[in-house]
């Protein structure tokens, strides 16, 4: 069961991308994996008109709860990094750091609202928001028309850190043409529009470049 993530968007420096992608995959995310509650981890890269954008990524690590990532915190973790970990972080810019806990999961294939295992997809696609305190009114709209206009597996989590508070992610067959933000073109569709507010940037779709296993 998915019931937390910790979620890290990043861009990264292009001239050291090859060396740090080899050891993200190959040495950090093992690192992480082996500690006590981290059950899964994914690895994406962004891309933009069905291309990759070879610059920004998307990493997940999954946990048995919240307090996995909160003992110790991220801001504890950090004096404790490596030489060559340190190393790594330095080609990151732009980080937005979320720690989620996971409220409901939905398969349109099924048509039911169930507990699903790790984030396996091939592509994704993500949004991250605010709602200026109308949360109640995109919850209602995200059950009651959004999930009306998906396929697939639809996540949504909050935040517990960070600067954003929702997050919806997609789990994607392929490519979508529309994206969060365009779900669909009904009049409630449109209120929501006006009022979400996106600090981590306009959604994402991103495709898998770490194949590990769960």
Do not use: C
């Not at 080899?22 to 994914?42: C, D, M, S």
């Not at 994406?44 to 610059?55: A, H, K, L, P, R």
């Not at 639809?154 to 392929?174: D, I, M, N, P, Y």
């Amino acid at each position: 069961m998915a019931a937390a993530i910790w979620m890290i968007i990043y861009d990264l420096d292009q001239a050291h991308s090859d060396r740090y992608l080899q050891w993200f995959n190959e040495v950090h995310i093992p690192e992480k994996l082996a500690r006590p509650g981290y059950t899964w981890a994914a690895h994406y890269e962004v891309i933009t008109d069905g291309d990759s954008t070879g610059s920004k990524y998307v990493a997940l690590f999954g946990g048995t709860d919240s307090r996995v990532f909160y003992n110790p915190s991220p801001a504890q973790i950090k004096p404790r990094q490596s030489a060559e970990t340190r190393q790594m972080m330095s080609y990151r810019s732009n980080s937005h750091m979320l720690i989620l806990a996971e409220e409901w999961v939905f398969d349109s294939d099924s048509g039911s609202l169930e507990t699903s295992p790790s984030i396996n997809a091939e592509s994704i696609s993500l949004a991250l928001f605010n709602t200026n305190e109308n949360d109640e009114n995109l919850g209602a709209w995200l059950v009651q028309d959004y999930l009306n206009q998906t396929a697939g597996i639809t996540r949504k989590f909050l935040a517990s850190s960070g600067s954003v508070r929702h997050v919806v992610v997609q789990e994607l067959a392929e490519i979508p043409q529309k994206i969060m933000a365009d779900a669909s073109s009904t009049d409630w569709s449109a209120q929501v529009s006006d009022y979400l507010e996106y600090p981590a940037g306009t959604p994402l779709v991103a495709r898998r470049i770490w194949t590990g296993t769960d």
